[in-house]
């Protein structure tokens, strides 16, 4: 194979064989392909696409390049991710909610990108949780756990590591192929039996428009189906914040909430509720999607999925007193400062990419790459689409370290609400399924 041919081939437009494609996918860690090559490559991708057959070439090709962990585990081994959003911490209730259903979760995650929040990010507001653990370890906790949410190791997919952060600085990141090799290059070199994708889509999605997000799933699940995986797909809500918070200590918080107050955060279960569902009925751990999803309910209302998440806290280096003090164990912000809206009625419109980008400028993302994380900032309260409010209602409370930052970030949420004078009809939580 030659990796001049394979780019020609695609820049004008040719087919590629599933060959060529899993093999460029596998080269693309070492030297043999340049950097130039890649630069071309990618190009070459985001202009003339690569057609469904060679996307799984590209993709198990990526999953190749490096580590492919297997598992002997009794039961299934199962996973969930999300394609990014802004008060999003499904995975931390969802894993824990999955093991103490039978499954075993090992849950490669990432970090925060562009304005979105990384599940690794959230969880390191965990004094002591380590994300980084060699497979031994990892085994161990699974077992431990059910779950063990974790960074990858810099073996695991190297040749998405590489092409990513080329795609970064070439302008090829939107590109239907190359977003789905690169998602799921990492999950399935994870040795998944079963994956569910929640594919978000509005104002705080990287795919805003119903139809991108729809075209993303469809290709996520035909290629990793195609790779071997039994997937599936949800489309759902990312016109405002699932959870009522935006951040990482302030999530956690939010989190904690799910899995012991019974009847808050409800959009945040109501959507974990529905993947669980949907991942145990494809698991057969339950008969249907129905009995999938009231197991995921019982276990988060009994408080068995609470009691995994603390074990897994435990096992990941966390408080072993943490489901008991997580109050007082997680960080705080210095100032905390509520925001009220530019004038009354009725939450029209949220701008929720903007909301995620003031909880970035805070501190709680990252904006280059060598920036620490401040772990206590964030938002709160944030006010749903649809609610009443008035001059003296809060629509969010800033979490902030100094006065100035959390001036700046009250004028940006302000801005990110649009208000109107009749209440707006409500958005679906839930759009549509993809091979379900
Ligand atoms: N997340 C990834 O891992 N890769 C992409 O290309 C986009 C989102």
Same mark, same amino acid.
């Given at each position: 194979?030659?990796?001049?041919?394979?780019?020609?081939?695609?820049?004008?437009?040719?087919?590629?064989?599933?060959?060529?494609?899993?093999?460029?996918?596998?080269?693309?860690?070492?030297?043999?392909?340049?950097?130039?090559?890649?630069?071309?490559?990618?190009?070459?991708?985001?202009?003339?696409?690569?057609?469904?057959?060679?996307?799984?070439?590209?993709?198990?090709?990526?999953?190749?390049?490096?580590?492919?962990?297997?598992?002997?585990?009794?039961?299934?081994?199962?996973?969930?991710?999300? #394609? !990014?959003?802004?008060?999003?911490?499904? *995975? =931390?209730?969802?894993?824990?909610? /999955? +093991?103490?259903?039978?499954?075993? @979760?090992?849950?490669?995650?990432?970090?925060?990108?562009?304005?979105?929040?990384?599940?690794?990010?959230?969880?390191?507001?965990?004094?002591?949780?380590?994300?980084?653990?060699?497979?031994?370890?990892?085994?161990?906790?699974?077992?431990?756990?059910?779950?063990?949410?974790?960074?990858?190791?810099?073996?695991?997919?190297?040749?998405?590591?590489?092409?990513?952060?080329?795609?970064?600085?070439?302008?090829?990141?939107?590109?239907?192929?190359?977003?789905?090799?690169?998602?799921?290059?990492?999950?399935?070199?994870?040795?998944?039996?079963?994956?569910?994708?929640?594919?978000? #889509? !509005?104002?705080?999605?990287?795919?805003? *428009? =119903?139809?991108?997000?729809?075209? /993303? +799933?469809?290709?996520?699940?035909? @290629?990793?189906?195609?790779?071997?995986?039994?997937?599936?797909?949800?489309?759902?809500?990312?016109?405002?914040?699932?959870?009522?918070?935006?951040?990482?200590?302030?999530?956690?918080?939010?989190?904690?909430?799910?899995?012991?107050?019974?009847?808050?955060?409800?959009?945040?279960?109501?959507?974990?509720?529905?993947?669980?569902?949907?991942?145990?009925?494809?698991?057969?751990?339950?008969?249907?999607?129905?009995?999938?999803?009231?197991?995921?309910?019982?276990?988060?209302?009994?408080?068995?999925?609470?009691?995994?998440?603390?074990?897994?806290?435990?096992?990941?280096?966390?408080?072993?007193?943490?489901?008991?003090?997580?109050?007082?164990?997680?960080?705080?912000?210095?100032?905390?400062?509520?925001?009220?809206?530019?004038?009354?009625?009725?939450?029209?419109?949220?701008?929720?990419?903007?909301?995620?980008?003031?909880?970035?400028?805070?501190?709680?993302?990252?904006?280059?790459?060598?920036?620490?994380?401040?772990?206590?900032?964030?938002?709160?309260?944030?006010?749903?689409?649809?609610?009443?409010?008035?001059?003296?209602?809060?629509?969010?409370?800033?979490?902030?370290?100094?006065?100035?930052?959390?001036?700046?970030?009250?004028?940006?949420?302000?801005?990110?609400?649009?208000?109107?004078?009749?209440?707006?009809?409500?958005?679906?939580?839930?759009?549509?399924?993809?091979?379900?």
């Amino acid at each position: 194979m030659e990796a001049r041919a394979i780019i020609a081939k695609l820049r004008a437009g040719a087919v590629v064989t599933v060959e060529e494609a899993r093999w460029f996918g596998e080269a693309l860690s070492g030297r043999v392909i340049t950097d130039a090559q890649a630069g071309a490559f990618a190009m070459a991708v985001a202009l003339k696409g690569m057609g469904p057959e060679a996307r799984v070439g590209l993709t198990t090709g990526m999953r190749d390049s490096g580590d492919v962990l297997s598992w002997d585990l009794p039961g299934p081994v199962l996973d969930k991710h999300s #394609t !990014g959003g802004v008060g999003d911490p499904v *995975s =931390l209730i969802l894993a824990p909610a /999955l +093991a103490a259903c039978g499954a075993y @979760v090992p849950m490669i995650s990432g970090r925060g990108l562009g304005h979105t929040g990384g599940t690794l990010d959230k969880l390191e507001a965990i004094p002591g949780y380590i994300c980084e653990h060699g497979p031994k370890r990892l085994d161990h906790i699974l077992r431990e756990a059910g779950c063990a949410i974790v960074g990858a190791t810099g073996r695991v997919a190297p040749s998405d590591k590489r092409l990513y952060a080329i795609r970064d600085v070439t302008a090829t990141v939107e590109s239907i192929d190359l977003i789905t090799a690169s998602i799921l290059s990492k999950k399935l070199a994870a040795g998944l039996e079963g994956l569910v994708l929640d594919v978000k #889509t !509005g104002s705080g999605a990287f795919m805003p *428009s =119903l139809e991108a997000s729809t075209e /993303l +799933a469809q290709s996520l699940v035909d @290629v990793a189906n195609g790779a071997g995986c039994r997937t599936s797909a949800l489309i759902t809500d990312m016109s405002q914040p699932l959870a009522s918070s935006a951040g990482n200590a302030v999530e956690v918080r939010a989190v904690m909430e799910a899995l012991t107050v019974s009847g808050t955060q409800k959009r945040l279960r109501e959507v974990t509720v529905t993947l669980g569902g949907v991942l145990l009925a494809q698991a057969d751990l339950a008969q249907d999607v129905q009995e999938g999803a009231e197991k995921i309910a019982a276990a988060i209302s009994s408080g068995a999925a609470a009691e995994r998440f603390g074990r897994m806290v435990t096992a990941m280096g966390g408080p072993a007193d943490f489901l008991e003090r997580w109050n007082n164990i997680l960080p705080e912000a210095n100032i905390i400062m509520e925001v009220t809206p530019a004038r009354p009625g009725f939450v029209a419109e949220i701008d929720t990419r903007a909301l995620g980008e003031s909880v970035v400028h805070l501190g709680g993302g990252r904006l280059v790459e060598s920036d620490r994380i401040d772990h206590a900032v964030g938002l709160s309260g944030i006010a749903r689409l649809g609610a009443k409010v008035d001059m003296k209602t809060p629509i969010a409370t800033v979490h902030a370290t100094n006065a100035t930052k959390a001036s700046r970030a009250v004028e940006a949420v302000r801005a990110a609400f649009k208000l109107g004078s009749t209440r707006p009809e409500p958005l679906p939580l839930i759009h549509s399924g993809v091979g379900i």
